[in-house]
């Protein structure tokens, strides 16, 4: 399973590079208006220093405006994925897009049948939110599993791409299914290297190396 980070943040992105646990980006204009400055020279850097897949998203709310703000977003770097709204306007502009060879996002996808539209439309992930769905007392894996078995029918080569990951259960739930990606905040990749037991143990570690050096 690839790990995307969502996040427009670049020192997160780097330390995550760091910790070599990254393979793409997700953003979207909550997260890049959260930093700050120019969305723009934001995005491109973030082009910049990743080297899979960057997810940036249009606004419109028409195929045609879509379509327009695809193609200037294109231009951010090779590695650009359009973010796509889970609408009927959005399934129009992800056709378009497909048959002009870029890479799509759907997003907001909260239903097993949302997910099979976009990838009968050619979407190249599908981003359906378990924590959103969580939140309202419904069962975000349960999706998972639905999508999974639907792709898994008929042979489709859109991804899944998990995305509103709230905490390390959903990153394990997502990887026991068979999701191809989550992406996740940088604070839950953090919590995903953690263990009490690991803690103990090196504690334990010192404390006898200690020992041996007195």
């Not at 509103?164 to 990606?181: C, E, F, M």
Request: proline share 4%; charged share 25%; with cysteine.
């Amino acid at each position: 399973m690839e790990f995307f980070l969502d996040t427009a943040n670049v020192d997160e992105i780097k330390a995550a590079q760091a910790q070599g646990v990254m393979d793409g980006v997700t953003t979207n204009p909550t997260l890049l208006s959260r930093e700050g400055g120019d969305w723009k020279a934001q995005a491109s850097e973030i082009c910049k220093i990743v080297e899979g897949p960057v997810s940036l998203e249009v606004v419109g709310a028409t195929a045609d405006e879509m379509i327009r703000e695809a193609e200037a977003l294109s231009a951010f770097g090779e590695n650009v994925v359009i973010k796509v709204p889970m609408t009927s306007e959005g399934l129009v502009a992800t056709k378009v897009l497909y048959k002009k060879g870029l890479k799509t996002n759907v997003t907001l996808v909260f239903s097993p049948l949302q997910a099979l539209l976009a990838a009968k439309a050619g979407a190249t992930y599908v981003s359906p939110f378990v924590g959103r769905l969580d939140g309202i007392s419904h069962d975000g894996m349960e999706l998972i599993k639905q999508i999974r078995t639907i792709f898994d029918n008929y042979d489709f080569p859109t991804k899944i791409l998990v995305a509103s990951i709230r905490n390390p259960l959903h990153v394990l739930d997502s990887a026991l299914i068979g999701a191809d990606v989550a992406t996740i905040p940088y604070k839950v990749i953090c919590e995903l290297a953690k263990h009490p037991l690991t803690d103990k143990g090196l504690e334990q570690f010192n404390v006898d190396w200690e020992k041996l050096t007195k």
